[in-house]
């Protein structure tokens, strides 16, 4: 089938790579030029795992195009699947001002049937919005043409967004037309063959599924960091809190990691946004705000706690902390809300000096933070550590895991180890003769 995808970041070129794998011609959209240009020079513009391989085998083939030209682009598609930026306005709302654009231009070119697919995570109600969009364009140039809208939220991680797209849980779509549903069954026809993972619902319930399914995920991780709070508190080890709780089905080990707060372009965006929408309609969203409200303060738990210890030990001013990952999470270059720029501002704020090491995110971190006097860019995280008052583990890349801490211990100033994402045993790390502080257990070091 003819696809065109609308918007050629982290969602759309994956979805339009795992398009053309699955037999699919595809072009990708955008009015980035630069974008564009690399892409078609094969040239990745993000770190996805397994994305430059599939770009480059099905652009080889033939399957798989990059265009800035909107009239063609839709011209040529039978689908068009919206996959823009939704960021949140400054009322937390989402702003949908980049999808109306789309459905305009979509309005203006379209000259015959066609499937319109909002992939991007938007106000429910958008997809009808694009119709009243698209229809209002029709009109201006006085034609009729019959076209669909249909809800298709994405639902891949960055970090495994080509697997999850290739083998996703489930494909959830929210349509309207019987024409549509068979059209959408088709293209999605290659990612279930093994297994019917199709869940066909109206367009609203689609849009909603989407936010609920970030809400549920959110809510999991701020009720753990609340929980870890706690424990520390008390003197009880999360660690074993999480073994004790994720052992029960009903709740299940994922998304109960405690850490330094949620981030990446998700979740912050899509809970302020459904916190905005319950309000709209006149609900108070009591918990949801609280999931939010407790992100934020965890985002800044690990440099309070840095701070504290060495406002008690010679205070933070030229202190330097090695910081050993930036992304939001590991095997991403994504550093959109990412804990570690909370973090770094917090400690720069203070005078503290940073040595900062991430293994694929060091040229996003440069663009927002640029030269600052306090910081140090690093090769690894060896370089970090040297000189080091401490390290703090932000990100839980696989390279992190398993270091010989020997030589790291001779080359820092003080063996003192901050780790935000419970990475290290406290008691193995104390052998190696480290200050250990993790999240949500006791030390004695504070
Ligand atoms: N990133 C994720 O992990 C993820 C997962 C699920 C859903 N989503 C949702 O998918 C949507 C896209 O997210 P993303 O992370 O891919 O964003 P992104 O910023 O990586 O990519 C968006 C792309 O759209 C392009 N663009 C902007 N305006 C355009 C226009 N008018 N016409 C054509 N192209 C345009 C931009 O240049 C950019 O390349 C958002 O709604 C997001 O919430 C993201």
Known sequence: MDITIIGTGYVGLVTGACFAEMGHIVTCLDIDEDKIKMLNASHIPIYEPGLEELVKKNKKGKRLFFTTDYEKAIKSALVCFVCVPTPSNEDGSCNTSYIEQTAKFIGQYIDDYKVVVTKSTTEVGTSFQIKKIILKELENRDVKIDFDVVSNPEFLKEGSAVSDCLKPDRIVI??????????????????????DRLIVMDILSSEMTKYAANAMLATRISFMNEIANICKKVGANVNNIRKGIGSDTR??????????????????????????????????PTLLEKVDEINVEQKKLLAKSIINFFTKNGGIKNKTIAVWGLSFKPDTDDMRGAPSITFINQLLDKGAKLRL?????????????????????????????????????????????????TPIKKMMKTPLLFDGRNQYHPQDMQKKGFKYIGIGMPNKFE
């Open 174 to 195: 929210g349509t309207e037309a019987e024409k549509s549903t068979e059209i959408m069954k088709e293209i999605y026809h290659g990612f279930t063959f093994k297994q």
């Open 251 to 284: 709740i299940g080990y994922s998304f109960l990691y405690p850490g330094i707060g949620y981030g990446g372009s998700c979740f912050p965006k899509d809970i302020k946004a459904l916190c905005h929408l319950a309000k709209k309609v006149g609900l108070k």
């Open 357 to 405: 090491f991430d293994p694929i995110a060091m040229h996003n971190a440069k663009k927002l933070f640029q030269e600052h006097k306090n910081i140090i860019w690093c090769r690894d995280e060896q370089h970090a550590a040297e000189g080091s008052d401490a390290i703090a583990l932000l990100t839980e890349w696989k390279q992190f895991r398993f270091l010989n801490f």
